[in-house]
């Protein structure tokens, strides 16, 4: 059924981008589904979202990093959702996996099916990740950006949309002045980076 305000409107290893501008982007496969919450958050958060997919990816590497894409619906003043709001980010993801008519995806409850989140598994996206300093330790402070890309965009098309997010003040915390070395490039396991530190609008 749709959702309440709608309209209808791999290969095995993914390919990656390096650029020396503190940005990578990286083809990734959705390896598994940890977790759907609505209205519910994950320990590292300070409040919960309306709807949010928390994601394990295939990098083409021998660690499986995690992804969480999340958000609030809009709603008018008797809290009925009429809107997306911040969850256009969960739009994003699903129409860069592939998936059609998205809007049609969600019950009236604005959840979706679980034949959508068995889907999900196997399917392509792009992901960005920035520099936004340095660490401690010397290392680049490395963090995903929450807004999916489709693989047919191309990573440059991909890059001006992050970068058109960056100047309308929407990314707050890109350091472009950082510039990886060849082991920068390579991300420490998910293991050594707190999740806390992993997503951004």
């Not at 959705?30 to 609505?38: A, M, Q, W």
């Not at 590497?61 to 992804?67: E, V």
């Not at 894409?69 to 699903?94: A, D, H, P, Q, T």
């Not at 970068?163 to 890109?174: I, P, R, S």
């Amino acid at each position: 059924m749709p959702l309440p305000f709608g309209k209808s409107t791999p290969n095995d290893k993914p390919n990656s981008s390096n650029s020396k501008n503190g940005v990578i982007i990286n083809e990734v496969v959705i390896r598994k589904v940890l977790d759907v919450l609505y209205d519910e958050k994950l320990p590292w958060m300070q409040y919960s979202d309306d709807i949010g997919l928390n994601l394990e990816l295939n990098v083409g590497r021998d660690f499986y990093p995690k992804f969480y894409v999340g958000g609030n619906w809009k709603r008018n003043s008797r809290k009925e959702v009429v809107g997306y709001g911040s969850s256009f980010k969960i739009n994003l993801l699903l129409k860069a996996c592939g998936f059609d008519k998205v809007d049609k995806l969600f019950d009236e409850e604005c959840k979706l099916s679980q034949q959508t989140i068995d889907d999900l598994v196997g399917r392509k996206f792009l992901r960005l990740s920035y520099a936004r300093g340095l660490k401690t330790t010397g290392k680049i402070d490395w963090k995903d950006w929450q807004q999916a890309g489709r693989v047919e965009e191309g990573e440059g098309n991909f890059l001006i949309r992050f970068l058109a997010a960056v100047e309308d003040g929407h990314v707050k915390d890109y350091d472009p002045h950082v510039t990886p070395t060849d082991s920068d490039l390579d991300f420490p396991p998910a293991d050594k980076q707190s999740d806390d530190e992993k997503f951004a609008l």
